[in-house]
C-alpha cells in the first residue's frame, strides 16, 4: 500500500504558476502511471497529465504548453509545474498512482483557486 499526500495549492492570480508536489510513501519506481487530475465544482474529475516509470508522458488538450509534469523517483515525489493558470484551472487536483497490477491509489487533493 502507499499514501499519496499533495501539496502546493493555493490562491493564485491569472496567469500566475503554482507547483504541486505528490510524495509517496514508498518508492515509486515500481509504480507504473503516475498522474494528476483534478475535478471542479460540478464537473467530473478529469485527466491533467500522467507519467510512466519510462517517462512517456500525456497531457489533456487544455493544459498543453502550460503544465509540466514530472517524476523525481529518488524523492518519491511527483511534481505538476503550472504556469499561465487561468481561472478555469480552478479545482481540487489530485495525485493517482497505478501499479502494473492494476492496483491504484489517490491521494486526498490540494485545492488550487485561480481569481484576481
Do not use: H
Not at 509517496?24 to 502511471?33: E, G, H, K, L, Q
Not at 517524476?71 to 487536483?93: C, F, G, H, I, W
Amino acid at each position: 500500500q502507499v499514501q499519496l499526500v499533495e501539496s502546493g495549492g493555493g490562491l493564485v492570480q491569472p496567469g500566475g504558476s503554482l507547483r504541486l508536489s505528490c510524495a509517496a510513501s514508498r518508492n515509486i519506481f515500481s509504480i507504473y502511471v503516475m498522474g494528476w487530475y483534478r475535478q471542479a465544482p460540478g464537473k467530473q474529475r478529469e485527466l491533467v497529465a500522467t507519467i510512466t516509470n519510462g517517462g512517456i508522458i500525456n497531457y489533456a488538450d487544455s493544459v498543453k504548453g502550460r503544465f509540466t509534469i514530472s517524476r523525481d523517483n529518488a524523492k518519491n515525489t511527483v511534481y505538476l509545474q503550472m504556469n499561465s493558470l487561468k481561472p478555469e484551472d480552478t479545482a481540487v487536483y489530485y495525485c493517482k498512482a497505478n501499479y502494473p497490477t492494476g492496483i491504484l491509489y489517490w491521494g486526498q487533493g490540494t485545492q488550487v483557486t485561480v481569481s484576481s
